[in-house]
């Protein structure tokens, strides 16, 4: 009894001795497997890292290409600010009105004014670009055209044509015979440039329906315009009228001269100043 109870012993520890040295060998096993991970793991953090650094270097190459863009068309613009700084002293004097709290109409009428402001300047800006500069892109008529208040002029001095043919030929070019609107534009007209012996059709004619003198949208010729002779002439004529330094006279249609085209010219804005 006594030797199997030792043979038994012995065979129990000789399997605990043995298993105590798989773990250790298993342990020794383990120990490059996690090194490994680790070793994998810094690999990656440094990889994202330089990643990172080369995202940062692109975004700042980026912004610096944008803010050399940025300051060239700064430069461009510098000129503009300049001529309008005086302007935009006196609009922020006015808007600074607004901080006592107005009232809707009273803001209504401010902004109003402003933007009215606002667009004579660029009309007198463009003015002196079209007078002092060739290169500019404020252009509010067509070439050959004259620009006057709102309006654009076509003096055709080199062709004679019935009243009825000069006004189809300003339709063509969209446009009308021209209204003289007021004693100011009839003297502009007669300032212009033209020829000693010239006569130059109006959009103007005796509507015999209505035993009046009409313009060609329909609205009657205003007594104002007219001198004393020119008043007396228009009483006791019939036909079609034209223009000659500075006064209106009567002719039949049919006779042949040369015209004068008039449309609305183009809105002047800021952007149109660069």
């Known amino acids: 009894m006594s030797e199997e109870v030792t043979y038994a012993t012995l065979t129990f520890q000789d399997s605990v001795a043995a298993g105590n040295r798989d773990t250790n060998n298993l342990r020794k096993r383990g120990h490059p497997a996690s090194s490994s991970i680790w070793r994998q793991a810094a690999l990656g953090l440094l990889t994202f890292c330089l990643m990172l650094l080369i995202g940062l270097v692109t975004l700042g190459i980026m912004f610096l290409q944008t803010s050399n863009e940025i300051n060239s068309d700064s430069e461009k613009l510098s000129q503009l600010q300049k001529i309008i700084h005086q302007q935009q002293d006196n609009l922020s004097q006015q808007l600074s009105y607004y901080r006592n709290f107005p009232t809707e109409e ?85 300032s212009q440039p033209l020829p000693k012996f010239s006569f130059f059709w109006l959009g103007l004619s005796w509507d015999p329906s209505g035993q009046r003198w009409l313009w060609e949208d329909g609205t009657l010729l205003s007594p104002s315009l007219l001198s004393t002779n020119e008043y007396a002439q228009m009483n006791r004529s019939r036909g079609c009228a034209y223009f000659q330094k500075g006064s209106i006279y009567v002719s039949r ?11 609305t010219a183009a809105s002047v804005t800021i952007e149109d100043l660069d």
Request: hydrophobic share 30%; with cysteine; aromatic share 8%.
């Open 106 to 190: 009273e803001l209504k009428s401010q902004i109003s004014n402003l933007l009215k402001r606002q667009r004579q300047m660029a009309v007198k800006l463009c003015q002196e670009l079209i007078i002092h500069t060739s290169d500019h892109k404020c252009k509010p008529c067509p070439k050959t055209w004259h620009w006057h208040r709102n309006s654009c002029y076509y003096f055709a001095t080199n062709e004679e044509k019935t009243w009825p043919n000069s006004r189809k030929s300003c339709m063509d070019k969209n446009s009308t015979l021209v209204k003289i609107d007021s004693l100011e534009e009839k003297v502009f007209l007669k």
């Open 253 to 263: 249609c049919s006779a042949e001269t040369s015209w004068i085209c008039e449309k």
